[in-house]
């Protein structure tokens, strides 16, 4: 294990800061140059919740009326991904605008978020934005041994509290600290809050779908689960906790509507990955990688349109900035999208947003040596095709450990013990390469990549993602890939091998 680094504040940072601060100096204000009309920032993340479960996707068994909104009064976009289908990697690509790989320690799972690269909220602040959040801001790990002073989404509002009707559901009151926050800020100015709400993240009081009325008959259960009452019970018990974090926007939205501001704030919803179930959360396919995205501003976002070009959740920052007018560091290597958001981009878009690079690394321990299980893959319009670095190792973690990359849950604890197909297609050791054409099977259950008619296009697929990532300096890609385990876990350690082996000798 590495030894932790002390919390130091990087030049980098500290230089982009003070050029923004210096530029602040000299340069009259947005407001006193009297056209201050710099768009407020509300970003709404829920923890844990896949693309394909709201009402305006077809979802008949989950409701989001406030998303629904969202895409209906704004922009929906039906092919956003996250780079990393985890809690902090993402969290981490969200705020500093890099892809997993370029993250360091931050591309594992509880582990350190280094400060040497600016992240949206700090240059948005130094510019003169009212900056905060609720909830569930980066983490888990430890952004303070990585040089940041607080946490990176922002000074945290969590001090008013709700009642929620169910055990498992955050006591705190989300809507009602933004707008404790949005009291904080001086008159007229600008301001960028993180609504990071803990749901649909694990636990859920079991069975308070059912006891809530709803009925399991409507839910859909994805082809790699067998079609069992406990599975849909425990789906609608994630349902439920959806719904909780669509109702707090559903406030935040009207709230914003009473006082006159909703139009001139850029509202971007969306999840950091897929429901926390097996082979979803924490996996490299299309239901743990896709994520729901929409995001209204008024009228600079012409309403009700569908968009299908690919964003990433590093493609948020250098967006946000680049609304507020605030110069995107030389650090980010996401693309903003304010052209397909407005509608004023060329058509099509040049170059294309039609591949989209995939990939984890350490995520929790349970395995020998607290190794992870390395994988990246690529994602075209039509294919996903994915490399496993480490087929001999168990992706979900050992079977002795109970497979800790998994939340325990109903549904993982059914398929722990059946030892079949559906066990297999969660837990079970994986081949080297996989490939699925995801535009015919979205559950990833028919893998193609032995056959020998789809071999032309996977070996094209692999030179095409591997030469994405060299150029994106992956240190997996220069035969440096052990690095990713050296990284030091600061997570609970109960479950790694290490303790398992001394509770059995």
Request: net charge negative; glycine share 8%; aromatic share 12%.
């Amino acid at each position: 294990m590495t030894t932790r680094r002390p919390a130091v504040f990087p030049p980098l940072r500290a230089i982009l800061l003070a050029l923004v601060a210096l530029a602040e100096a000299v340069l009259p204000t947005a407001a006193e140059a009297g056209e201050d009309d710099r768009p407020n920032i509300l970003f709404a993340i829920a923890d844990d919740w896949s693309a394909d479960h709201a009402s305006i996707a077809g979802c008949s068994w989950v409701k989001t009326p406030a998303f629904d909104r969202v895409c209906r009064e704004g922009v929906r976009f039906t092919n956003a991904f996250t780079s990393n289908p985890k809690c902090s990697p993402c969290r981490a690509s969200i705020l500093t605008g890099r892809n997993s790989w370029q993250l360091e320690e931050a591309a594992n799972h509880f582990g350190l978020f280094p400060a040497k690269w600016p992240v949206y909220p700090d240059l948005l602040e130094s510019a003169g934005y009212h900056v905060g959040s609720t909830g569930k801001g980066w983490g888990p790990g430890d952004f303070q041994a990585g040089g940041f002073s607080r946490n990176p989404a922002g000074p945290n509002y969590s001090r008013h509290r709700a009642r929620p009707p169910f055990s498992g559901i955050s006591n705190i009151d989300y809507a009602r600290n933004f707008e404790a926050f949005l009291d904080d800020r001086d008159d007229g100015q600008p301001f960028c809050f993180w609504y990071g709400a803990t749901e649909p993240h694990r636990s859920y009081e079991e069975g308070s779908g059912l006891r809530a009325g709803r009925d399991p008959k409507a839910v859909q259960v994805p082809s790699y689960y067998p079609d069992s009452p406990a599975i849909r019970s425990d789906l609608l018990d994630y349902a439920l906790e959806v719904e909780w974090f669509d109702e707090h926007l559903g406030r935040m939205i009207d709230h914003l509507d009473a006082i006159g501001e909703l139009d001139n704030t850029i509202i971007l919803v969306t999840s950091d990955h897929g429901m926390p179930f097996p082979r979803v959360k924490g996996q490299i396919y299309e239901h743990g990688f896709h994520l729901p995205l929409a995001v209204r501003w008024g009228a600079k976002a012409p309403p009700g349109r569908v968009v299908d070009d690919f964003i990433n959740v590093r493609d948020f920052a250098p967006t946000f900035l680049q609304a507020a007018g605030v110069p995107v560091p030389e650090s980010v290597t996401g693309r903003g999208f304010l052209d397909l958001l407005t509608g004023t981009g060329p058509s099509p878009i040049d170059p294309p947003r039609d591949r989209m690079l995939v990939g984890k690394e350490r995520h929790d321990l349970g395995r020998p040596l607290d190794a992870g299980y390395p994988v990246r893959a690529l994602r075209t319009p039509e294919y996903l095709y994915i490399h496993n670095y480490e087929p001999d190792r168990w992706p979900a973690g050992n079977p002795e450990t109970n497979y800790p990359n998994v939340d325990n849950s109903p549904t993982k604890t059914l398929l722990t013990s059946r030892f079949d197909d559906f066990y297999r297609l969660s837990f079970g050791k994986r081949p080297r390469e996989e490939l699925y054409r995801v535009s015919d099977d979205p559950d990833c259950v028919q893998n193609l990549a032995a056959d020998p008619d789809h071999r032309a296009l996977k070996e094209r697929l692999r030179d095409e993602m591997e030469a994405m990532l060299r150029d994106e300096g992956d240190p997996r890609m220069i035969g440096m890939g052990w690095i990713f385990d050296s990284y030091e876990y600061v997570g609970s350690r109960n479950h790694s091998y290490d303790a398992w082996l001394r509770h059995h000798r």
